[in-house]
Structure formats: C-alpha cells, structure tokens
C-alpha cells in the first residue's frame, strides 16, 4: 500500500518545479516579446514579470515542500481507491474522437465514442449501449444542429 | 419613484413571451444541473452559451442567469436526499438534510430549502436593485487605474478565501494571466505565445477551458471512484414545513440572507463561502448547538438562504463595474461581449432594458423555481437513480457538442481534452481552478488598464496611489497578501479553509 500511495511533498515537489519551468518559459517569452520602457510598456512587460513571480511563487511550495515532515501525517492516500484502468481509455477515446470527428461527421463519431463509454468503464450490456449511442446521437443531433442551427460536420460519408 | 419606473421598463421587457419562455428554459436547466452531481452552472452555460447566438442579448442573459441560480435551488435535492451535494454551494446542506430525512423529514427539509432559497433569492434581488444604480453612478468617475486597483483586489480577495495553499491560488491566478494573454496584443496586435497556431491568434477560448477545467475534470474524477447513492426512500407528503420549523428558521433565514448577499458581492466563491459561514454562525448562535450535524432545520435553511442570496449579490460587480466576481459571471461576462455589450457603469443608461430586465426576470424567475421545485420532487428524484455509469458518456458527449458549438474547430476540442486532464491533476496536486479562470478572464482587461495607466502616468507607478480608491484597493490587496504571514490571521484563514473542506 505504501508503494501506491504518493506523499503531498512528493507532489508538491513535483509542481513546484513543473510550474518554475513554466515561469521561466513566460519570463522568457515576455523578455523576447519585448519588454518596453515603463512610460511605454511593450507586449510582453506584463508576461515577464507574471513569470518571473509564478517562479518565485514555485520556489516558495518547493522550499516549503522540502522543509515538510516526511511523517506519517504528511501521507496522503493520493491513489487510493482510485481506478486508473478507467480513466485513461476515456481520454484517449476523446482524443480519437477529436481525430477522427470531422472525417466520420458527427453521428457516426458520436455513437462510436458512446458505444465505446458505455461498455468501457462500467460495461453494459450491448443492446443497451448500441440503442443509448445511436438514441443520444440523434437527440443531440436533432437538437444542436436542427433546432439549435449548429454545424455539425457531416463527415466522409455524408450522414448528418 | 425612478427606481419603480425603471423596474417596470424591466418587467415590460422580463414579461415579454419570448423573455418568459427563456427565463423558464433558464431555471428548469438550472435546477436539472443543480439535482445532477457531476455538472454544474458553468458546464450548463459553456453548454448553452452558443444556443444564445440567435436570440436577444436580454433573452441570453435571462436564460444563463437563471442557470445559475436555478442550480442553487437543485442542489439542494441532492444533499438532502442522497446526501451528495450536487453544487459546491449545498454541500452543507447536507448536514442536517440528509439527517431529516433519515428521520422521515424529507418533505419540510426540502421545502424549507425551496422556500428559504425563494425568499432569499427575492431579497438579494431587492438588494441588488437598489444598490446597482448608485455604485453605476459612483463607477463612471473610475480610470484606468482603479479599474486596475479592483481587478487586484478582486483576484486577491479571490486567492485569500481560496481553501488550501494561498501560494498556489497565486500561481493559478498568475498562468490564468498568462492563459489570457495568449493571442493578439490589443494595443499593437503583436502574436503572443501562439505557437505559430492561427487558432490560437483570437486567444484561447473560455468556453473549452472552462468545460475542460470543470466538466472533463470532474467526470474523470468520478469514474475513478465509485459513486454510491443511497436516495432515502420516503414518500413526499407534506412538502410544507411546520409552524414550530418556521419559527426555528426565521433569523437563519434572515442571518444567511445577509451572510450571502454581502459575501456574494465579493470575489471567490461567495456561494460557497457564504453557505459554509452561514451554517457556523447559526451553530454558533444556537442555544443548542449540539442539534446541528442532527437534523436541525436552521441547518438547512441558513446555508440554503445563503447560497441563493449570493447569487443576487454577485451581480452588482459584474453589471456596474463590468468586473466579475466568480467563474460564473466570467461566463456571463463573456455572453455579454458576444451578444455586442459591455457590463459596466454605463449598462444602465446605454441598455435600460437588458439591465432592469435581467433583474425583473429574476423575481420571476424565483417564483418559477418556487412553483417547479415543490411539485416536481418526485421526478428530481427519477433523474437521480439514472446511475453515473449512464450519465458520465452524456455529459461528455455535452461538453463536446458544447465547445465545437462555439468555434466549429476540433482544436477547441483538444484544448478542452487537454484542460480536463489539467484540471483533473490541478484536483490531485490540490491547486484550484477558480483563480486560473477568474485570472483568465481578468487578464487582457487588467493589462491594459495596467498599459493605459502606466502611459498616462509617463511610467510613474505613485500614480496608483494618488488616486484614493485605487490607493485603499491596493493597500487592501497587500494586507491581504500578507496576511497569512501573521499567525493570528492565517489560524483564521485555516480555520475557515478547514470548516470549507470537512
């Protein structure tokens, strides 16, 4: 169990230098942008300086994580009860469907994510994942793109 | 006698059918996201924020308004039966709710909810119009320099009532800058961070951050934990509380009226926040405080009175300084623009309509809530055994179709996927979406009143502090800062932080 769980340092650690890289990177891309003179301030005046204090706010949750108690009340149970098998397939199911939304259009897109959602986390039974993709599809569809107006793409096969 | 004929120009126009229709839309979808846990008004208005294009900016706002207070009369439902908030703001309610009505009070609980919320929502109202037109007036005197003093002190005040590390509600506030800044630079229209992205030269949109922060985020934060609810099986006969209930809860109802006005005017969360005080000050007040976490009425209607009061109240920020308060009135904020009109000290004079409009809609549409919500218990409570394994690919599917409504372009589509997963690891690394989204939004605005005043001032930065409100709200927003620093404050900040997350 102690292997699972992550410590609040440990993470605090993590983001902090996560979001100093970042600060560093605005810093940087402020001073290339051009900073300007304070009478006549340029476009990237204001992003430097938010960088340089997103990097001064970092170090302060670094330094602070480092001076943390790596006691037991620090521990958190970060990844406990938590079911990773489950929410990875959905985002790479959203990306695919990203992908692949324009060129199938958006009823055939739809109903296969749905399809797919359905059985992938709690998985249903086929006929009530088919029957709910293809009825959500549709009720959505029939509300966005002919009551609402919105385009929907039709895809490669023209459906929609 | 101004105040009343400006108010009947407002009901011309709320009354109108179309106006009527909208505001009913408005709280029926409100009340619907507010019952279901999992989406909440901002996914609901991101959501619908593009089925608004074709209609008048006055039937826009009135709908996403009443989104937004209709969710506050929902969430209630779900606290009180199944004891899953389903807002931020009624996980309070909770408490003592769900508590009735395992003892078979489930009726006068949610009445009380429905009736407090009612009479709350109409008294912030009341407020709200009578305070706005005086703050518009005072408001026309600002330059840029107080409007870039307020924006500081709103997202301090923001970042001080964040629960958790105020040192990340900093650094979320300060990437929400940077967020906002992506884009063409309004003074000489110079790409910034875009990456070389034609897409990303408009900026980066609200919409797909917003339902990827708080809609994606939160679904992947369900589907990794089972979600039990166990819906208290009573039958829903005498909705109306008693005599000896009303007599209990007058001056909660009255006290959480007043916490949540004056709490929602200001920045951060002051649905939530208020709700949470509201409930600690009447424990603290009662005679038997050991009734609370019980069943005890004032339990439910303090933080429900509070919750629906400050949604009146975090209105007058966003319609007389054109500043919004919360992620929500980010969102309406930005409907305005769309819709071609800027909130602001001038809204009242240039729009009297869409201005005395939207708030005479409000009464109406309190009365709508009170007339939909007792009824239609019964089929609240339909909608909550729909398990969340059915639920989740919908509201996904929702977030979607909602983004690529706005834009028509996939890559709106991959920046929410993309602010999901954010969002989802912000929740695991404990920093907080509000400030990211509030900053965001604030940002364009706060530096360009930043440049204006910096120019107008040949560089002199005393320029701020020559101007007296800006000098207060700049001074305000240091104490603030820095307060935490001092052990007597920051035990208070942790206290109430505490008091937020148990």
Redesign the interface.
Known sequence: MAKKQFS?RT??I??SLF?MA??VG?SY?GYD?ELG?????G?????FW??V??VG??L??FI?ALRRETGAHAIKP?SL????K??IP??VA??F???L??WLGFILS?VL??IF??KA??P?RWSVAVI??VL?ALV?YTV?HLW?????PTGVLGIG | MDLLNQLAVGFSVALQPVNLLYCFIGVLIGTLVGVLPGIGPVGAMSLLL??TF?ITPEAAIIMLAGIYYGAMYGGSTTSILVNIPGEAATVVTCLDGYQMACQGRAGPALGMAAFGSFIAGTLSIVGLMLLAPPLSAFALQFGPAEYFSLMVLGLTILIYLAHG?M??A??MA??G??LG?VGL?S??A?A??TFGRLELVDGVGLVPIVMGLFG?SE??LN???ELRREIVNTTFRGLLPTARDWLESKWALVRGTLVGFFLGVLPGGGAVISSFLSYALEKRLSKHPERFGHGAIEGVAAPEAANNAATGGAFIPLMTLGIPPNVVMALLLGAFIIHGVQPGPLLMTQNPGLFWGVIASMYIGNVMLLILNLPLIGIWVQVLRV?Y??L???I???C??GV??VS?T?FD??VM?VF??VG?LMK????EGAPLVLAFVLGPM??NN??KS??LS??D?SFFFLRPLSAASLILAFVLLVSPLLPWTRKKREALALEETS
Not at chain 1, 37 to 41: G, M, S, V
Not at chain 1, 81 to 84: K, M, Q, T
């Open positions: 609040v993470a605090d993590a983001s979001w970042v600060g605005v891309a942008l003179r304070l009478r006549d301030p476009s990237g005046f204001l992003l938010v960088g204090i997103m706010l970092s302060s949750i602070r970060f009860g938590v079911r990773w489950k929410n959905v985002v959203l990306f469907y990203a992908a939304f324009t739809t994510l749905l959602l359905f986390v709690e249903q709910g993709a959500s959505t966005f609402l107006r919105s385009p929907l | 593009p089925a074709n590390s040192p990340k900093l650094l300060a990437f800058i940077v800044l630079d003074i000489n110079r910034r961070l994606v679904v992947l589907i990794e934990q398990p394994k059915i989740f690919p919908l996904l599917l929702l979607l179709i690529y409504s028509h996939v589509i991959h996927i999901g997963i989802y695991k690394f404990e920093y706060l530096e930043l440049r910096l120019i040949q560089g930065f």
